[in-house]
């Protein structure tokens, strides 16, 4: 087992990306780390859901996002993966 980075204790992950990054070891050496696939997150939210997250979204994006400085560092572990979400997303960036 391997220790999860410092802070992290929830994954939020599609099983593609999961598949075609070929994490599935990784993910499974987490220790004290909760995984969610985005997959199961999908039958939970209806269409008022759907419309109320993107209206929050667009019209108050800055309370979405933590706010930092352009000079903070992005990540403090070793490693950071970028992930971008879409059907197309076949690389692991690292």
Same mark, same amino acid.
């Given at each position: 087992?391997?220790?999860?980075?410092?802070?992290?204790?929830?994954?939020?992950?599609?099983?593609?990306?999961?598949?075609?990054?070929?994490?599935?070891?990784?993910?499974?050496?987490?220790?004290?780390?909760?995984?969610?696939?985005?997959?199961?997150?999908? +039958?939970?939210? /209806?269409?008022? *859901?759907?419309?109320?997250?993107?209206?929050?979204? @667009?019209? &108050?994006? !800055?309370?979405? +996002?933590?706010? /930092?400085?352009? *000079?903070?560092?992005?990540?403090?572990?070793?490693? @950071?993966? &970028?992930? !971008?979400?879409?059907?197309?997303?076949?690389?692991?960036?690292?």
């Amino acid at each position: 087992m391997h220790a999860s980075p410092p802070g992290v204790q929830t994954i939020l992950i599609s099983r593609e990306f999961v598949e075609a990054a070929k994490l599935k070891p990784d993910l499974a050496n987490l220790e004290n780390v909760q995984i969610v696939y985005l997959e199961d997150l999908r +039958v939970q939210f /209806g269409l008022w *859901d759907t419309l109320w997250l993107m209206g929050f979204a @667009c019209w &108050m994006p !800055a309370w979405a +996002v933590s706010r /930092g400085r352009p *000079d903070d560092p992005a990540h403090s572990a070793r490693r @950071c993966h &970028m992930v !971008a979400i879409g059907p197309s997303t076949r690389q692991r960036h690292g």
